[in-house]
Every structure is written in structure tokens, then in C-alpha cells.
């Protein structure tokens, strides 16, 4: 059976953290689907709009060889609507979410994944913002 794999994030200032992740959740199976945080979701999520919007953030995760499929994720609350409709069989995050999302235990296997330690979006806003 060919196994679809579910992951969800802003990935705002895209940077190798994200391309790690991406990639491991990609080796769970054969189909990998994102959900991209919309800038109206981000901005409930963070209280800040992302510095890339929405379209740019959609544009690079579909541009890379190992994602399928991409959608905007609108709100926190449809994850489970998400992953029936995309009829994931995994739903895979980095470990700033473990537990989380266990919820969905029932419908798919959940997966957290180590984060790439010494990079975010925060701080390389930081170090610009410095320089
Ligand atoms: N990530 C990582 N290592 C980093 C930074 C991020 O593994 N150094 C992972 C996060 O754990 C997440 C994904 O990259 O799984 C996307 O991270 P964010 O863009 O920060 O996404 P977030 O705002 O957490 O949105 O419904 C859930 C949300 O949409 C997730």
C-alpha cells in the first residue's frame, strides 16, 4: 500500500531546519502533503505576520523534489478534516509539538521528529536584525 504522509507548519525564512524536516518526514512514505500555515492563521498563532506571505512560503515548500502536494492550513481546529481529506496515513511534526497531536492516534500514526538544533525563523530575524 502506498503510505501519504502529513506534516503542517509557517516555514516562514525558509531555512535548512525545515528542509530536514521535510525530508524526514518524506522518508515515512510515498506521498507527502503540506499544510502551510495561511498569514491569517500565523498571525493568530504568533501575534506577528510572517516576513514571506503565504503564496512566496506555498511557492518554495511545493518547489522542492520531495513534497507532493500543498495546501494552506486555515486553522489549528481542521487538522482532523485535513488528514481525512488527504487521507494521510502519518501525521509527522518536529518535537516542539510531541504530544500534541496524539489525538489523532485513532485516525493515522503520529510522528515527532528531533528539531534541527541552533536555527529558526526567530532567530535569523534577530541576526538581521542586528547586522
Ligand atoms: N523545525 C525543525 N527544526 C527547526 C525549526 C523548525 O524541525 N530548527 C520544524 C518544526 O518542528 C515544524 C516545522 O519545522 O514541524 C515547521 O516549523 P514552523 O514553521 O515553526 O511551523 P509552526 O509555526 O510550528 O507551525 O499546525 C501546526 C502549525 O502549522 C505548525
Not at 36 to 52: E, F, G, H, Q, T
Not at 67 to 90: C, T
Not at 115 to 125: A, D, G, Q, Y
Amino acid at each position: 500500500m502506498q503510505k501519504r504522509v502529513i506534516t503542517f507548519g509557517t516555514f516562514d525564512v525558509f531555512h535548512v531546519g525545515h528542509v530536514n524536516i521535510l525530508e524526514r518526514c518524506a522518508s515515512l512514505g510515498d506521498t507527502l502533503i503540506v499544510g502551510v500555515s495561511s498569514d491569517a492563521l500565523n498571525m493568530s498563532k504568533k501575534n506577528r505576520a510572517p516576513v514571506y506571505n503565504q503564496y512566496d512560503r506555498l511557492k518554495i515548500i511545493q518547489s522542492l523534489s520531495f513534497v507532493d502536494e500543498v495546501f494552506f492550513e486555515e486553522s489549528l481546529e481542521k487538522k482532523r478534516d485535513y488528514i481525512n481529506y488527504y487521507r494521510a496515513d502519518v501525521l509527522a511534526m518536529g518535537d516542539d509539538w510531541e504530544g500534541k497531536f496524539d489525538e489523532f492516534n485513532d485516525i493515522c500514526e503520529v510522528v515527532y521528529f528531533p528539531r534541527t538544533p541552533s536555527i529558526s525563523t526567530t532567530e535569523i530575524i534577530e541576526i538581521v536584525k542586528s547586522i
